[in-house]
């Protein structure tokens, strides 16, 4: 069967439309796949934000960790945790005021029992950076003792009004 000129050119038009069509289909899922796999691996997970009450409460649990022996130790195990969290990217202001809010009252629970000049001088530093901590964040330490589930808050605030830098 021989093909005329007007039937030979149709029929190419007609492979040149489904060839530019089916360019078009798989540029378009490559498009799709590239924007799909071009995420940074390294990027953060999308989560709900966490609330304040929920990042002080991670940074009192975090906390529990701390030795409640020595408020040098103490101290220096918040300033740890601290510094983890600044190096793997979770850190947050309300974070870090559930850690040193929950130090602070171990270690005036310390400086309490063991009298020591020392362990008040430590507590009272600690005590300072809760107290920026709260202003920054505009909360009182009802809110944060609250928010931390501290069982009693009328006794750790007078707990903490017993060494208030």
Sequence with gaps: MALTGTHA?????RWLAIAI???????GLALVSSLALSGDLDAPLKQSAPTLRSEIFRGRTAASVC????????????????????TDRTTSDAFELGV???????????????GSPTSAEITSRI???????EVKLGLTDEQVCQAAQVHDCTVARDLIRNISP
């Excluded at 050119?9 to 038009?13: A, G, K, T």
């Excluded at 740890?80 to 969290?85: D, E, F, G, T």
């Design 127 to 133: 005590l300072h950076r809760v107290r920026a901590l």
């Design 21 to 27: 069509l089916v360019l078009a289909v798989l540029g």
């Design 100 to 114: 040193f809010y929950t130090v602070a009252l171990t270690s005036a629970m310390n400086a309490k029992v063991t």
């Design 9 to 13: 050119l149709q029929r190419v038009i």
């Design 67 to 86: 030795p409640i022996s020595n408020a040098r130790l103490i101290d220096d195990c918040a300033n740890r945790l601290q510094a983890k969290a600044i």
